[in-house]
Each structure stands twice: as structure tokens, then as C-alpha cells.
């Protein structure tokens, strides 16, 4: 693929018309064929069976049984509820340690249910949990490891089981962006003692709203199937304490269409993450971090990491370059769920705490992908990114003089936000 020359266009931000006339976004849906979909909405319509455990349910749940390899892969309403009921199965309590560095999600699961998270820093190369910061936030308190494969990159696995055996702590993965990835050969939903899956429509793979809980404990499994359906055992007994967890027909409808299409999913996000390769190969300011493995990966994130120390544009400076061309990138998971106001509390502590977690914050950008981005699109996104490095400093004195309406606006959420935010208009 070629630079595309943007000749002497005015950047947007500098008075220019917007590269792009349509947003571009950050986990726009992936939808496999439509009418596969619309067949299977008709024939559970006329079969009147929406919920509880439907057909459809079953059929997608083997399906994903198949996919992962694991004993269960139980599907769930979303997958936070998913990661909430699962830690009350494995017995979780006082303290749980996590990274900051992740939707806040992760965080709520425990703290919803009075567990304290205890947020560990990132190795900030790989921006998963550094477990080598791990033994240090152990305390008697301590019950649990809850790890996170971001961006669908494993954490170190191997290093999290030793010190969980070491220390007779519970184990558990958020592989909110990790579905259809391995590690050492093996599938994620294998490690620890369960692993949690999100199927939410900014996800590759969605259910509108999803996850599903993947287990190799007949124990376990049989709990999160009571209690994400009230703690019913048998149709008029509850043995035990639960919510509604369960996945719809409706939802399980898409999930079988889009795990269809999986290979055609992972083809493109691979294909735009090379393409965002070439595109931003040889910029020192810029720096994708590297998904390739000698493992299967579904490259749905392509993430930059922006260094200004050469002189370069602030990540928060680009961002506002590609809002205004209508690339509608996004800094997850900024700024750390220890700087979120319900866990502000611990982490004033001072002196710099989760320095790692701080860093990354401030530099990640996530840049559009999916279906809806094609090749033509991220050279126009590399030659947007070109130009304004070229033009920094006329950049630089415009956003001095003339501060972007987003800075003074509450922290950006994730695109798993308010209804809309997945499909339509971001920010
Ligand atoms: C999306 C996401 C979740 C929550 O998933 P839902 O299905 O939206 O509840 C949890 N953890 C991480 C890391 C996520 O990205």
C-alpha cells in the first residue's frame, strides 16, 4: 500500500475540511451475514422460546465449547455480570489484586460486591499486570489474582499460577478481549479457574451484549449456571443466592452468525493493523504495539503508543488532530481505574504510585478497525498522522491558543458506555 499524498491540505484542526465526511470509529459492530441472522430470528419466533436457556443458547454455548476447548464456556447477559458472578462462585472476598490498567469494569466486578481491588502496576511494555509487583500487594486479607489479557495480548500466566499456588490465592482472567486467542499453544479460557469472555457489540465478536464464563471445573460451572439464573436448581427450588445472568435467544441468534465469520473478522483486523504498520513504519513519535505471535490473535485493537519526548505531538494533541479529521481514535483506558472517582480514595497515596499504569495512560491512543475500516481509510489516517507531526508546532500553538472542548470534559468512556456509543457517534 502507498502514502497517500494529502497534497497541501489544510488539517482540520487548522481550519481544513475533515478527512473523513463519516466518523470513524473505535469497535464499530461487526455484523456476518444478515440473513443467516434474520433466518434464525424467524425460527425462534416461531418457536415463542426468547430466553432461559434456548436452543439457540445451547447451540451457541457448543459452539463456543468446541472454539475454546474448555469443559464450559457458559454464555452470559454481558460479561461483566459474567466476571461479578464468577468471583462470588470461586468464593472471592477482602482483597483481590488487579491492574489499574483496564475497563473499569474489571474493577466494579469486585468492588460491587464489597471486595477491595488492590491495583497492581503494568509491565509497561507489555501493559499487562507486572507480576513481579504482585507478591508486594499481598496481604491476610488477600483472597484472589484477577489477571487481564489486554488487548487480547496473554499476561504472563505461568508467573500469576506460581505465585496464586505459592500463596493458596484464587485465580482468575478477564478475557474480555481475548476470545479466539492461545498462549503457549493453548486457548485462553483454560488458565486459571475460569476466564470470562465480553461479547459486547464494540467486541470482534458480539452478541449486541455478551460474555460468556469458560471453565475446566465441573464445580465451578455448575454454580455460575445456578446462580446466573436466580439459584434455581429445578423449576420451582432455589438453593442459594443468584441474579439474572442469562444470555437471550437473541443474543445467542448473533453469536452463532458472527462466530461464522470469525476467520473473515480476524482476517481484516490483521490486514489493518499491517496496514497501520506500514503506514506508521519509521515514525519515532508513533509506535504500534506489536499483536504478531506465533499464535492465533484476533488484532481487534490497534494501539499506539505517542512519545512526545523528541519533540513530538502529546498523545492528547494528536487525539485532538484525528477528532477534528473525524477519526474518532480513543485513549483506553485512561486514565486507570485508580484515578476513577470510586477508588480515588486508595490511590492517593503519594510518590508515584502505579508509575508504569500512569505513563502508558497518558501515551495510549486506540485507532479505528474492524469491517468498517478498509485499507484506503488508514492511509488517509497514516497521512493525517504524517502531517501533523510535520506541522507540530503550528498545531502546538493553535491548541495552546484555542483549547479543544474536550479536555475540559469529563474523562472519555469506554465505547461499552451509554446506548449508542457502540454504533453511532462517539464523543
Ligand atoms: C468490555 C470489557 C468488559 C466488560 O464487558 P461487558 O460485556 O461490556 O460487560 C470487561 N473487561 C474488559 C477488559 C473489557 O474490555
Known amino acids: 500500500m502507498r502514502l497517500v499524498s494529502m497534497g497541501s491540505r489544510t488539517l482540520a484542526i487548522l481550519g481544513g475540511t475533515p478527512a473523513f465526511q463519516q466518523p470513524l470509529h473505535v469497535g464499530r459492530p461487526n455484523v456476518g451475514d444478515r440473513r ?22 445451547q447451540a451457541f454455548e457448543r459452539e463456543l465449547v468446541r472454539r475454546v476447548g474448555t469443559r464450559h464456556c457458559i454464555p452470559t447477559c454481558n460479561a461483566t455480570v459474567a466476571l461479578e458472578v464468577t468471583i462470588r462462585a470461586m468464593g472471592l472476598g477482602g482483597e483481590v489484586i488487579v491492574p489499574s490498567f483496564t475497563f473499569v469494569a ?9 471486595i477491595t481491588p488492590v491495583f497492581c ?20 486479607r488477600t483472597t484472589g489474582i484477577l489477571g487481564v489479557h489486554l488487548w487480547g495480548r496473554p499476561c504472563d500466566t505461568g508467573a500469576l499460577a506460581r505465585i496464586a499456588a ?4 484464587h485465580l482468575l482472567f478477564d478475557a474480555a478481549h481475548a476470545f479466539a486467542a492461545s498462549h503457549e499453544k493453548t486457548m485462553i479460557g483454560h488458565f486459571g479457574e475460569a ?6 457489540a464494540t467486541k470482534f465478536i458480539n452478541t449486541f451484549e455478551g460474555g460468556a464464563v469458560a471453565t475446566n471445573s465441573d464445580a465451578l460451572a455448575e454454580k455460575v449456571r445456578r446462580m446466573i439464573n436466580f439459584g434455581f436448581q429445578g423449576y420451582d427450588s432455589v438453593i442459594a443466592l443468584g441474579t439474572n445472568g442469562k444470555m437471550s435467544e437473541a443474543s445467542a441468534a448473533m453469536g452463532l452468525t458472527n462466530l461464522d465469520s470469525l476467520e473473515e473478522f480476524v482476517a481484516v483486523n490483521r490486514r489493518n493493523y499491517e496496514c497501520y504498520r506500514e503506514q506508521l513504519d519509521g515514525l519515532e513519535a ?10 492465533p490473535r484476533n488484532y481487534q485493537y490497534v494501539i499506539a503508543e505517542v512519545d512526545d519526548s523528541g519533540g513530538g505531538l502529546t498523545r492528547d494533541e494528536l487525539l485532538s488532530v484525528l477528532h477534528a479529521e473525524n477519526v474518532l481514535a480513543r485513549r483506553y483506558f485512561y ?18 504510585w502505579l508509575p508504569n499504569t500512569d505513563r502508558v495512560a497518558a501515551r495510549v491512543l486506540s485507532l479505528p478497525t474492524g469491517c468498517a475500516v478498509g485499507p484506503h481509510d488508514i492511509s488517509v489516517v497514516g497521512a493525517v498522522i504524517h502531517q501533523a507531526l510535520a506541522e507540530r508546532a503550528r498545531v502546538r500553538a493553535h491548541l ?13 468512556t469506554h465505547a461499552a458506555g451509554p446506548p449508542g456509543r457502540s454504533s453511532g457517534p462517539v464523543d
Open 36 to 57: 443467516r441472522l434474520a433466518a434464525r430470528f424467524d425460527e425462534m419466533l416461531d418457536r415463542g422460546w426468547l430466553s432461559n436457556n434456548g436452543p439457540l443458547v
Open 106 to 114: 474489571t474493577a466494579h466486578a469486585l468492588q460491587i460486591q464489597g
Open 400 to 412: 495552546a491558543q484555542d483549547p479543544p472542548p474536550q479536555a475540559a470534559r469529563p474523562l472519555a
Open 195 to 200: 476466564e470470562v469472555f465480553s461479547f459486547h
Open 121 to 140: 502496576d503494568i509491565d509497561p511494555a507489555s501493559h499487562n499486570i507486572d507480576p513481579a509487583r504482585v507478591e508486594a500487594l499481598i496481604t491476610p
Open 335 to 352: 486514565p486507570g481505574c485508580h484515578r476513577m472517582a470510586p477508588y480515588q480514595r486508595e490511590s492517593a497515596a503519594p510518590g508515584g
Open 166 to 169: 505459592r500463596h493458596g490465592l
Open 286 to 295: 508513533i509506535r504500534l504495539l506489536d499483536m504478531h505471535s506465533g499464535e
